[in-house]
């Protein structure tokens, strides 16, 4: 997702003109065309999903395959039939999730095994997302896009810093590799309830979190900024504002998703 806002950027390709386009969606119209994210994230979200969970869990590869062309294309063909992508900007979304996935999927576990175990992974993963986005923010004037990617990279660097607690507290620990892959287990009254608990909790407790942080970040940036915050739609055109307050905001929500729902789950016998 950051690579594609920033390559927008860089690109910095129209969206498709209207007319002769009808859009039905206009609040990202302010953003550049090339390549379309959605389309990246529709791709790289359930290759990713397979590649990471066939050979851990016992399911045919057949679902996992058939998975992958329905959700990618419902994605794709959703932008076009919005108004917002022509077919190029899709297929190109397409080739270069495609790209990046067999650049990166091999140091996954690489990654993943420094996130969890070294000793100053959250100052570095927390540095090297804030650098990313001050970047990103450098490329172009303001738009959607950019609270976007500081909305991207807030929630990477929170799950990623999230998942190094769990790991060094004994939350969530990975099974060893002679059990696996695990056995999907049977669905009964008890597991579905759990599932459908820890659903609605997890979902409050996130939204709590988002908005007492929304509520301290803006004011807090405005303040020490020195921006007026009568217009918070305005005071959010401020780099100084927009990227604190997505970093920060998100960064907590994605905490607490790796973390401390978690632990809040295993505090009540849910988990």
């Known amino acids: 997702m950051y690579l594609g806002q920033c390559t927008k950027d860089i690109i910095r390709w129209p969206r498709p003109a209207s007319p002769p386009v009808v859009k039905l969606e206009v ?12 389309a990246m994230s ?6 990713s999903m397979i590649l990471l969970t066939y050979g851990r869990w016992q399911y045919p590869l057949l679902c996992g395959l058939i998975l992958i062309p329905c959700w990618c294309s419902l994605v794709c063909l959703s932008r076009i039939y919005m108004g917002m992508h022509s077919i190029l900007d899709i297929i190109a979304g397409f080739l270069y ?13 690489l990654i993943d095994d420094f996130n969890q175990t070294h000793k100053y992974a959250p100052l ?12 990103s923010f450098t490329l172009d004037t303001w738009s959607t896009s950019r609270g976007d990617t ?6 990477g660097a929170g799950i990623a810093c999230g998942s190094h607690v769990s790991h060094n507290v004994g939350l969530m620990l990975d099974p060893s590799l002679d059990i696996l892959p695990l056995a999907l287990p049977p669905i009964t009254v008890t597991m579905f309830g759990k599932a459908i608990l820890r659903i609605l909790i997890g979902m409050v407790f996130v939204l709590i979190v988002r908005d007492i942080m929304k509520r301290i970040t803006i004011p807090l940036a405005c303040k020490i900024f020195s921006i007026p915050c009568d ?13 604190p307050y997505r970093y920060i905001t998100y960064g907590m929500v994605g905490f607490s998703i790796t973390f401390l729902v978690p632990y809040l789950f295993f505090f009540i016998g849910i988990s």
């Open 124 to 135: 570095i993963i927390i540095g090297l997302h804030l650098a990313l986005g001050i970047f």
């Open 231 to 243: 217009d918070i739609r305005k005071a959010r055109q401020h780099m100084e504002v927009e990227l």
């Open 42 to 47: 529709g791709t790289a979200i359930p290759i």
């Open 150 to 155: 500081a909305e991207i990279l807030g929630s």
């Open 27 to 38: 609040f990202y119209n302010s953003e550049y065309s090339m390549p379309s994210t959605h």
């Open 97 to 109: 999730t495609i790209l990046i996935l067999a650049i990166f999927y091999p140091f996954v576990d």
